[in-house]
């Protein structure tokens, strides 16, 4: 099963990837946190016997985040550019400014969240987690979960209203 990490790898990256910049906000330190959630999958994915091998990542990387968090007390927000450097070359260079827009709200909106509320979205909105996977990953009932979900999605709501 070894072999198979490469495949679990590319599928997954980028998703591991994003969720643990959202959670950190500090592009270094996510790429640290993605390598060690795969060098944890490495040693620990022939133990595996799971149905979704996202939801089990997914987790992983939450508990390497909790990990990190726990040993740093600070939080530093750094360069976000991640999501601007890989251009679609068929879409103009309007489209890729009102996209660049439409995502720096979105971040903005996003770090300020609460870290529950902000986690529940972006495993459930962003990365398509039924509620019961991204409670298992954070850690929480469902309910609580949905209690999250419910609150995060309505603080984006009222700070988008005020907005307008």
């Known amino acids: 099963m070894k072999e198979g990490i490469e495949e679990v790898y590319k599928l997954y990256f980028h998703d591991i990837y994003r969720y643990l910049l959202f959670l950190c906000h500090d592009h270094y330190v996510a790429e640290d946190l993605v390598q060690d959630t795969f060098y944890r999958a490495y040693l620990y994915l022939e133990n595996y016997r799971g149905e979704r091998v996202k939801t089990w990542l997914f987790t992983v990387a939450h508990n390497a985040y909790i990990d990190y968090h726990r040993k740093q007390k600070r939080n530093v927000v750094k360069d976000l550019n ?67 979900l419910f609150r995060g999605r309505q603080t984006i709501r009222k700070r988008k209203a005020e907005e307008k």
């Open 82 to 148: 991640f999501f601007f450097s890989q251009p679609d070359k068929k879409k103009t260079a309007e489209e890729h400014l009102i996209i660049k827009e439409e995502i720096q709200e979105v971040i903005t909106d996003l770090k300020e969240l609460p870290e529950k509320q902000r986690g529940a979205v972006l495993l459930h909105d962003f990365h398509e987690l039924s509620y019961k996977e991204a409670a298992g990953i954070m850690g929480i009932t469902v309910a609580h979960f949905k209690v999250a």
